[in-house]
């Protein structure tokens, strides 16, 4: 598969079930192994679904959310905009989540989403974003796209299990996802 196919678009609330479906699944897929299995195991597509449509409905405040589609069907999403130090929003971009289906890691989807976010997120100074510690695959993914860690961890615990975050950050002058 090549991601000449591919289609960015804004995500609609139809998409909102193969949304839920790809960020548990991509949660499952990625974080084996860095989290609590019993806790990959638990997710529930459904519910996510649930809130997922709530929240699009209600319209997150600044929340923009695209999803990759090829050949029809949704195989990715992404969601960014200002970002959050706690519960205020600063002047500074965020990607809040990045997820494939796992069956299209490695076709240029996630690349071209990512080029997608920091295409929109052009006018800001810095966009930044979270990841685990110990994701390895994530942390290359993003630092080929020209992100570095700044030295900001957060700690973050699942079911009594540490598995730290830390903070990555690209500024303005750097346009394309591929560094």
């Known amino acids: 598969m090549t991601d000449d196919l591919l289609r960015i678009r804004p995500m ?3 998409d909102c079930d193969r949304v839920s479906e790809i960020r548990v699944r991509g949660w499952q ?15 529930s597509v ?14 997150e405040d600044g929340v923009t ?10 195989v990715g999403w992404a969601a960014h905009g200002p970002y959050r130090d706690g519960e205020v929003r600063t002047s500074d971009a965020e990607l809040y989540a990045i997820y494939l289906d796992p069956a299209h890691v490695g076709t240029g989807a996630g ?8 295409g929109q997120c052009a006018r800001y100074a810095r966009v930044y974003l979270w990841v685990l510690k ?12 020209g992100f570095r860690p700044d030295g900001a961890e957060e700690p973050y615990e699942v079911d009594g299990v540490p598995v730290p975050e830390v903070r990555y950050v690209r500024s303005r002058g750097l346009t394309s996802a591929s560094g």
Request: hydrophobic share 40%; proline share 3%; glycine share 8%.
């Open 12 to 14: 609609a609330l139809d």
């Open 29 to 43: 897929y990625a974080y084996r192994g860095l989290m609590p299995q019993p806790f990959l195991d638990g997710l």
């Open 46 to 59: 459904e519910r996510d679904a649930v809130r997922r449509r709530a929240r699009f409905r209600d319209g």
């Open 65 to 74: 959310d695209l999803v990759a589609e090829r050949d029809g069907e949704v």
């Open 111 to 118: 690349r071209r989403l990512l080029e997608a976010v920091l």
């Open 134 to 145: 110990g994701n390895t695959r994530a942390r290359r993914f993003y630092e080929t796209a």
